[in-house]
C-alpha cells in the first residue's frame, strides 16, 4: 500500500503542481484580458468622442448649408415682393387716372343736362322778350312766338336725348359694371 500510496501521493502533487500552474497561466490570461478590456474599452471611448466630434460637425455644415438656403430663398422673396410692390404702385397709378376718367364720364351728361336746362330757361326768357318786342305788328308777333315754340321745341328735344344717352350710359354700366377696383384688393 505504501507503493500505492506514494503513488497516489506523487500523481496528487503533480495534479496539484498542474492545478497551480493552470491557475497561475488563467491568472494571467485573466490580466492579459483585463489590460485587452480596458484597451477596447479606451477604444470604444476615442471611437465614440470621434463620432461625437464627426456628427457635431456635420450638424454644423448641414445647419451652416441650410441657414444659407433660407438666407437666399428669403432674399428671392423679398425680391418678388418689392417687384410685386412696384407693380402695384403702377396699377394703383393707372386706376387713379381711370377713375378720374370715369368721374369725368359721369359728370359729362350731367353737365350736358345742366347747361341744357340752362340754356332752355334763358331761350324761353330771351326768346319771350324777343316775341313780345313787335311794336303792335300781329305777324311779326305770330312769327316770333313761332320761332320761339321751334327753338323750345329743339331744346326741349336735346334734353330728351341727352336723358335718353344718359339712361343708355346707365344701362350700360349696371348690366357690364363699372371699373371696379382690383378683386386681389379685397
Known sequence: MNAASRTLVAEAQKNRAATASAIEGLKVQATANQKLVSQVGGAVQRI???????????????????????????????????????????????????????????????????????????????????????????????????????????SGYGLFASVRWITSLVEMWKSRGMPKWPRWKK
Open 48 to 154: 465614440e468622442k470621434r463620432t461625437e466630434e464627426r456628427v457635431e460637425k456635420a450638424v454644423e455644415q448641414v445647419s451652416g448649408e441650410a441657414t444659407a438656403t433660407m438666407t437666399a430663398n428669403l432674399d428671392a422673396s423679398n425680391e418678388r415682393a418689392e417687384r410685386i410692390i412696384a407693380a402695384t404702385a403702377k396699377l394703383e397709378a393707372r386706376q387713379l387716372w381711370s377713375a378720374a376718367a370715369a368721374m369725368c364720364l359721369v359728370l359729362l351728361p350731367v353737365t350736358v343736362v345742366v347747361a341744357g336746362l340752362w340754356m332752355a330757361v334763358a331761350g324761353l326768357i330771351t326768346g319771350a322778350q324777343w316775341a313780345l318786342d313787335v311794336n303792335g305788328t300781329v305777324w311779326l308777333g305770330i312769327g316770333r312766338w313761332l320761332v320761339v315754340a321751334i327753338g323750345l321745341v329743339a
